[in-house]
């Protein structure tokens, strides 16, 4: 006995009489968001290479004044003031709907406004990932792109040349080998304390492996023998097993997820940035904005584009976390 199958829409039958069943819902399966971008105080640059000062105090001296003695020497309090900077880095996502896709009815919908806010996440994205990056500034010319110095390559003990020593992030406040435990975390806090001198509120910008381990931190000791903390809670409460605030001795950390596509290690997922909010900025040479260009027969089309650089007034006053075995 033969049948009309709902499946062959190919051939004459009744399959090919089937209706659609396509919803207008849409979702964007790809983390949006960005939160250093975001988060930062915003200035404005007035040039291609944005500067700023850095200055240190002399130390503590306890030696006493002979009394009637005179003052016949004086110091210079700008002597150790120095001069650093980064270069702006021009980021562009482009779109174009035809004329005919702008017409037709579609699911989304998929018309000009939503492919310029979808060019505009992607922008973002893009800064954020800049922002994140171990890239070092290039100055660039009329065949290479100028890149900002990310906040990889700033908080570095080693470099870079440009910054001299005394205002590098020490090694102390970095983690780029060994297990990393809770005294691990503890010594990177206590580091960064002692550069600046106040019991500060940090933020642990943390991809997704290094989050996970921190989380474990609410469960054991941290130390080598893994001894498992007892939690008490009130009956009816659900029991927490994560660390969103990490006090210690010398500052609270206020941890927040890494976007992971913009992460710098994408690959081990286990970088994070220890920040002191108030030493960081983002410079806008040209703010994010869009711009629609002339249609010229095919349909709508138009650009988002952002100009600017990353502020860094003190990598002494950070920390970062690179590795965790």
Partial sequence: MSFSPSYNTTNPGAAVSNREDLTDILKVLAPEDTPIYS???????????????????????????????????????????????????????????????????????????????????????????????????????????????????????????????????????IHASGS?????????????????????????????????????????????????????????KKLTNTVGMYESDNGIVTITNMNPVCAPDTTNKDTGYLLNMEFLGVADLIPMGTKGLQDLGGGKRGFVDWTGTLVVKHPGALGKITVLS
């Fill in 39 to 173: 988060s930062l105080p915003h200035s404005k640059a007035k040039g291609t290479y944005h500067e700023w000062t850095m200055d240190t105090l002399a130390s503590p001296s306890t030696d006493g004044v002979i009394e009637g003695s005179d003052v016949d020497s004086f110091a210079d309090k700008f002597a150790n003031r120095v001069r650093v900077g980064n270069y702006v880095q021009k980021l562009r996502r482009s779109y174009m709907v035809s004329d005919i896709q702008e017409a037709v009815d579609s699911v989304g919908p998929a018309k000009y406004a939503q492919a310029e806010k979808k060019a505009g996440l992607e922008l973002k994205r893009d800064v954020e990932a800049s922002l994140l990056s171990t890239n070092d500034r290039v100055a660039g010319d009329s065949n290479t792109a100028s890149k900002l110095r990310g906040l990889g390559d700033w908080i570095d003990s080693a470099g870079p040349s440009d910054v001299p020593a005394d205002y590098r992030t020490p090694a102390d406040s």
């Fill in 180 to 236: 990393f435990t809770e005294t691990v975390l503890n010594s990177l806090i206590t580091s960064i304390y002692r550069q600046s001198g106040k019991s500060q509120s940090l933020n642990l910008h943390a991809d997704t492996a290094l989050r996970a381990v921190i989380s474990g931190f609410a469960r054991t000791s941290g130390a080598t023998d893994a001894v498992y903390r007892q939690v008490m809670q009130s009956a009816g």
